[in-house]
């Protein structure tokens, strides 16, 4: 592993567990046993180490979401697709455990996020009305109803890592599966019959898994 990635790999570890304000260059350095002139070479200062770690977080989403096969959608499918980027949230959780600090403090992130946020919305909504098209939502949604789903989704995939380190649980397994329950739960009353059994039978086959 070369020093760019030796940086980056030892900030994601610090942002992790101190968060992003309190870990300093100098911080990151003396983790790795390095000169401030060695990480400088690589990064002229700590937003870039930022910035590159949150779009290597977004293109995995990204190359997840784009890996959704859109002639066989299935609730299956949407649920994994949402166990796999909690994975990578999890991953880099110091984004959105310091979302706020990084959306204030860096403002090159902030445009870069809320562009991205803004493709993720669009993206959804049209998701959501293909499910309409093959069956898997009930006939008859509104426009509004839509979009509520979409933005209430919006606003937990944000926000559930936060209320994860308030309400622990006792294994990685039990609080992913506790947050898909929540995050994807607002699909549930919008399910037809077939697609419900689905999705039941989704989490009772995730929970059996060792």
């Not at 900030?11 to 350095?29: E, M, T, W, Y």
């Not at 401030?36 to 870039?48: A, I, R």
């Not at 909690?86 to 902030?110: P, S």
Request: glycine share 4%; proline share 2%.
């Amino acid at each position: 592993m070369n020093n760019r990635e030796r940086i980056l790999t030892a900030a994601l570890k610090l942002f992790n567990s101190r968060g992003v304000l309190k870990v300093s260059v100098r911080d990151i350095c003396e983790e790795l046993n390095i000169s401030p002139g060695n990480f400088s070479y690589h990064f002229p200062d700590k937003e870039l180490v930022v910035n590159e770690l949150y779009h290597r977080m977004s293109d995995k989403i990204h190359d997840v979401v784009a890996s959704i096969p859109y002639n066989q959608a299935s609730v299956t499918f949407f649920l994994e697709t949402h166990r796999l980027i909690f994975l990578i949230q999890n991953e880099y959780r110091f984004f959105y455990l310091n979302l706020f600090e990084i959306l204030t403090h860096f403002r090159g992130i902030k445009k870069s996020f809320a562009a991205r946020y803004r493709q993720e919305k669009a993206f959804a909504r049209e998701f959501m009305a293909l499910y309409a098209q093959k069956g898997v939502l009930v006939p008859g949604l509104t426009d509004e109803q839509y979009q509520r789903i979409v933005d209430v989704g919006m606003i937990l995939n944000n926000a559930w890592m936060v209320d994860a380190e308030i309400n622990a649980k006792s294994s990685m397994k039990k609080k992913m599966i506790h947050y898909m329950q929540l995050c994807c739960g607002r699909l549930e009353p919008y399910l037809t019959s077939a697609a419900r059994k689905e999705y039941l039978a989704y989490f009772e086959e995730l929970a059996s898994k060792s």
